[in-house]
């Protein structure tokens, strides 16, 4: 650790603390990013915006008193904002998400053995990544993070109402889209 002669030892202290967290849930934050998006670039481009930003704001995080004691809890949500809200930003500044994802090749026929499970993750990934991004955060969070309603209601700055109708709407449109897959 580089000692800085400007900052106190308790605020030096603090900033490895958090930094050391951050890395501690980089995979936690590639696993929520991978879901959101399209492609693993995408989703490593992701994390990367949402570190820095995570990094950059270091000097304002504030650890709730539910969360005094344990850092990796209050840094879990705080990441998730953090990459929910970068995810949301590229979403708005380029909306090319779905023509890409339709350009992609849908060649599954000739798939058997060890072959069909590979690619009925690919139909999940599809269907998921064709759903509306606010009601696909919803189940990412809920569902793939196992995230209470209430957490991920305050994560996404909505009623918990809302969340749970998000989460009830993904789940029907992606149980309708794998079925038809499936079918």
Do not use: Y
């Amino acid at each position: 650790m580089i000692v800085d002669i400007e900052r106190s030892v308790d605020q030096q202290d603090r900033d490895h603390a958090l930094r050391t967290g951050i890395a501690q849930l980089l995979p936690e934050l590639r696993a929520a990013a991978r879901l959101l998006t399209a492609s693993r670039a995408e989703a490593d481009d992701l994390v990367q915006d949402a570190v820095l930003r995570m990094l950059r704001g270091m000097d304002g995080f504030v650890i709730a008193p539910e969360h005094a004691g344990d850092l990796s809890a209050a840094l879990r949500p705080w990441g998730l904002t953090v990459l929910r809200n970068a995810f949301r930003e590229s979403w708005r500044r380029s909306r090319r998400e779905r023509a890409h994802l339709d350009a992609q090749p849908r060649d599954e026929e000739g798939h058997s053995g060890g072959q069909e499970a590979a690619a009925r993750m690919r139909d999940l990934a599809r269907a998921l990544s064709a759903l509306p991004p606010m009601l696909r955060e919803a189940l990412v969070l809920v569902g793939a993070h196992g995230l209470s309603h209430e957490e991920a209601a305050a994560i996404c700055a909505v009623p918990v109402g809302t969340m749970k109708a998000r989460v009830s709407r993904a789940r029907r449109q992606l149980a309708g889209t794998l079925g038809a897959v499936i079918d």
